[in-house]
């Protein structure tokens, strides 16, 4: 019964490959979230959507593309990794666009070796 | 730049201690200013939050107190507890920012038996 969930909680691969990670909700809210935590526990807001539509797009690289399939689903693509691309990546919803409350996953820690 | 400041990065209190976590900010739009909690392996969890209409909200064992003219607010845990041992973080939103949240650098709090 996890309200958001994102798999996997552990993802390790090499420079160049292609990655993805995968977010879920239960909590019938409108918007979803990415963010990147770096190695000094820095909370930065990647993207969001709001009922598949995107809405904010911080100054990601283009490799990263995310997708929503459904308001309750927002994935993460991640091409041609890189070192710098490490960190804990974690997805969160908020019941609308003014809903003033973030519930987040758990989390996914990715290792770029 | 760094929307949000927070400090300190790390404090040590002992049990039944109070924790004092200081925020400061300089966009005068923010409008809405919430205090995370985050355990090792978990997201972040709202814990409590306060509008600038007010100068203190408490819930609890937990207390913000809000100075809008020095543009700081700051989260003190009376009595700390073991259990409170996480890392805090403090944020800061504005109405019609399509709830983008700047978030501080987080405080790693741990309260000694």
């Known amino acids: 019964d996890t309200a958001v969930s994102q798999t996997p909680k552990y993802l390790v691969t090499q420079m160049g490959n292609d990655k993805s990670i995968k977010c879920e909700q239960n909590l019938g809210h409108d918007t979803m979230y990415w963010y990147k935590q770096d190695s000094k526990k820095f909370l930065k807001i990647m993207f969001s959507y709001n009922n598949k539509e995107l809405i904010i797009n911080e100054t990601v690289p283009n490799r990263f593309s995310p997708k929503s399939p459904d308001k309750a689903h927002l994935n993460l693509h991640i091409n041609s990794l890189e070192l710098g691309d490490s960190a804990v990546y974690f997805c969160?919803?908020?019941?609308?666009?003014?809903?003033?409350?973030?519930?987040f996953g758990s989390g996914t820690q990715l290792s770029v070796l | 730049q760094q929307q949000v400041k927070q400090s300190p990065q790390s404090l040590i209190v002992q049990k039944g201690g109070i924790s004092i976590i200081n925020c400061a900010y300089e966009n005068t739009a923010f409008d809405y200013f919430p205090w995370y909690q985050q355990f090792p392996g978990k997201g972040p969890a709202l814990l409590i939050a306060i509008r600038p209409d007010v100068s203190e909200k408490k819930e609890g064992r937990f207390t913000i107190s809000f100075n809008k003219s020095a543009k700081q607010f700051s989260l003190h845990i009376m009595d700390s507890q073991p259990g409170d041992s996480a890392t805090y973080f403090c944020?800061?939103?504005?109405?019609?920012?399509?709830?983008?949240?700047?978030f501080g650098s987080g405080t790693k709090l741990n309260v000694k038996p």
């Open positions: 969160a919803s908020s019941p609308s666009l003014t809903g003033r409350v973030l519930f």
């Open positions: 944020a800061a939103s504005s109405v019609g920012n399509f709830n983008k949240f700047y």
